[in-house]
C-alpha cells in the first residue's frame, strides 16, 4: 500500500495503516534493506515528521527537515544489521488520530560509526500521530 492510498484521516483504516508501516519500517531493517526500502517507509510520513526514541531521542518537535532528517539518520545506519526479525505483538487504534503498535525484534550487526558488534532484543511501543493519512509524529518506547 502507498501513502496515497492514505488520502486523509476520516477514511483511513488505521490497523490496515500500522500494519503496512510496521511491514515497511520492518524491510529497513533487514541486513538486505536497500534506500528504495527506506524510501518506500519515509513515503509514509509527513515532510515535517516528529520523532522521539527515548531515552535516546527525546525532542519531538516537528521540523521542516524532519523526513530528511530520519532519510539521513536511515541511510547512516543502513546494511548494520547482520540479523533481523520482528514480530507485531499488538495495534492499538485512537479514533482517527493515532495508532500504537507494539512489536518484538531481535537483532544482530556491526555498528556502522565504531564498528563494535551489536546484538539486542527488545518489545517496543510506537506511538504514530496521524494528520492527512500520514505519520506525523513517531513516539517509541522500550518495555
Keep these: 500500500m502507498s501513502a496515497t492510498t492514505y488520502a486523509n484521516n476520516s477514511e483511513l483504516d488505521l490497523n490496515a495503516f500500522a500494519r503496512t508501516y510496521f511491514n515497511s ?20 510520513l509527513t515532510d515535517d515528521i516528529g520523532h522521539t526514541h527515548l531515552p535516546y ?7 521542516s527537515n524532519g523526513k530528511e532528517l530520519m ?13 533481523y526479525e520482528a514480530q507485531l505483538l499488538d495495534v492499538f487504534t485512537f479514533n482517527t488520530s493515532a495508532v500504537a503498535i507494539r512489536y518484538k525484534n531481535k537483532a544482530e550487526g556491526i555498528h556502522p560509526q565504531n564498528q563494535q558488534a551489536l546484538a539486542y532484543s527488545q518489545v517496543m ?17 522500550h518495555e
Design 25 to 44: 519500517m520492518v524491510v529497513t531493517q533487514a541486513p538486505n534493506a536497500t534506500a528504495k526500502d527506506i524510501e518506500a517507509y519515509l513515503s509514509l
Design 57 to 63: 531521542v527525546t525532542d519531538d518537535s516537528r521540523q
Design 125 to 141: 511501543m510506537e506511538v504514530l500521530e496521524i494528520e492527512d493519512g500520514k505519520v506525523a509524529v513517531i513516539r517509541k518506547y
Design 71 to 83: 532519510r539521513k539518520g536511515m541511510t547512516f545506519y543502513l546494511g548494520a544489521h547482520t540479523k
